[in-house]
């Protein structure tokens, strides 16, 4: 049952996505391999256990969960689930969000809001945010850019950030960091873009200078039915400065 299952996602990533806004073009690619996303996705998204993993939740902390889909992420939080006093879970696709629903009914997650919407204009109902995540989402949005400077405005002042996602490193890396050869540096951009998933060599460089990294760890996913294939990955834990104007 699992490869034919594999069989029709593996399709849903080679077909075209149509549609002329983000939110059609997001629905398009997951209507139909919703339902199969989290079993096939956890052999191909690593770090996302190892980072929520890290988050500091704090009794009655708010958490942000940017592009959070089906909401799996949750799980990987354990019993410190239970110690906010509101987890969002913000997403523009309504056919993960639907997955997302059952799971929270399942679990009973009395403090886990669903929103459907952009993330570039979420603010919770708190106002603020004592944690905000991204996970293999950011290079989902276009203007990604603008979605790190929403979750540094929501956040608090000492409030965390947390992201997980591939990427491809700068042709002249920081010596502290992965540099990327050309071949890899060249093939994974193009490959991923036929899903509208694109990769940057700014993203990790941007977050380090926007916020004071806590954490940061490089590495490389296998991909399913793909051997020999690696695709680098990052990732990124940092804190919104207690004074912003010191990371402007």
Known sequence: MKPLGDLKIIWQLVAPVRGTSHA????TFYANQADRYDNFRKRLLPGRRSLFEMLPV??????VDMGGGTAANLEHLGVRLRRARR???VDLCPSLLAVARRRLERHNWTNVTLHRGDVLGFVPT????????FSYSL???PEWFAALEQAFRILRPGGVLGVVDFYVSRKHAPPNRVRHSWATRTFWPPWFAHDNVFLSPDHLPY???RFQPEHVSEGQAKLPYLPGLRVPYYL?????????????
Do not use: H, N, Q, W
Request: hydrophobic share 50%; net charge negative.
């Open 236 to 248: 990124f834990l940092g804190r919104k400065p207690a004074d912003p104007v010191s990371a402007a």
């Open 139 to 141: 290079t989902m949005i």
């Open 24 to 27: 059609e073009r997001l629905e």
């Open 87 to 89: 987890v969002y879970v």
């Open 126 to 133: 708190e106002g603020m945010a004592d944690i905000v995540t």
């Open 207 to 209: 977050l380090c200078r």
């Open 58 to 63: 704090e009794t009655d902390a708010v958490l």
